[in-house]
């Protein structure tokens, strides 16, 4: 990159932005908790659940980039309703990874079991009549609709032109996901697909949807919304692309995921559709094969990570993350932002582009 500044630590923006969410999603739990096993005791588990995947190290980046914007469009870090916009944004992203969860059928979310994969286990040790499997899916679906309603609740007091885009963003992410499940079930990437999905279920959801919150929340309007997404575009598509490399060669101790995790799934990424390009036909049809069989196998896994990286594929992905990191950090410092709103946002784009989880 142009710009060698590497942040080991959570950038100020992603901390102010965490101190916020966490306190009111704090004095949610507590209430909310309180209220419920009132009604009924066995109403805590549930809940429990919830919170702990709320709490277990999440990044907090949607909130932090809507503050960002927010911040930098003159907003007031004090605003009760900005603040709530961006627990709102949080809470929705929880309902996103808990079905996320189950679609994948991941056993592991943040380093511990996930909330479907613990509640089919309760029903086992329980003892309970019926299959464990679909009681744990049962539970996990209702967690995430709890999670969605809470954001719901958070958003209400919003400004109807705050609301029209938060239900724009939910629209996004839906779409991108039907496309990501489709994509692995096909089981043949492409980049064209790939970057499809990566614009829906990443750049638009995590990027540049929450800054339009924030700067519509300080009543800015389209010109100011296109010159976020100048910059949130191409950072959304850099922090999908570095995702995937995660997805496959990430720390499991960092990533709270299993090595190779997106090949077990046999996500359609960038990552795997680059790869699939370079090949020769000959290395091609044997990659392809080991991709379909990544699901049940970790010799294949294995096998499959060494031809990404033999292929060049990594090193591929890792320069356009970088190339779409300057690009947007020039878009950054180009807009209308306030000084202290760009230095947020490119700090939280520079996190994005190292970030080892």
Known sequence: MTNEVILNTAPRGLADAADIVDEILGDLMTSERGRWTLIDENLGLPFDSLFAMVRAGGKRIRPALCYGAFIGSGGDREDETA???????????????????????????????????EFAAFHSKSNYRGESRRFGDGV?????????????????????????????????????????????????????????????????????????????????????????????????????????????????????????????????????????????????????????RCQDSTDAIAEAMAMIEGSGAKVQIEERVDLLINQALRALEGSYLNDLGKEILRDIALYIAHRKN
């Open 140 to 292: 996990g679906i209702l967690a995430g609709d709890l999670a969605f309603v809470y954001a719901d609740i958070m958003i209400e007091e919003a400004p109807l032109d705050v609301r029209k885009i938060y239900s724009e963003l939910r629209l996004e992410v839906n779409i991108g996901q039907y496309l990501d499940l489709l994509g692995t079930a096909r089981c043949e990437p492409t980049v064209e697909m790939a970057r499809k999905i990566n614009i829906y279920k990443s750049g638009k959801y995590t990027i540049e949807r929450p800054m339009h919150v924030g700067a519509v929340l300080c009543g800015k309007g389209q010109d100011e919304l296109d010159q976020l997404s100048d910059f949130g575009l191409p950072l959304g598509e850099a922090f999908q692309l570095q995702d995937d490399i995660l997805g496959v060669f990430g720390d499991d101790t960092l990533t709270g995921k299993p090595v190779g995790d997106d090949l077990r799934e046999g996500k359609p990424t960038e990552l795997v559709a680059q790869t699939i390009n370079l090949l020769s036909v000959k290395d091609r049809a044997k990659f392809s094969e080991l991709f379909r």
């Open 83 to 117: 603040q709530k916009v961006m627990t709102a944004l949080e809470l929705l992203h929880t309902f996103a990874l808990l079905h996320d969860d189950i679609m994948d059928g991941s056993s592991m979310r943040r380093g511990n079991l996930t909330v479907h994969e």
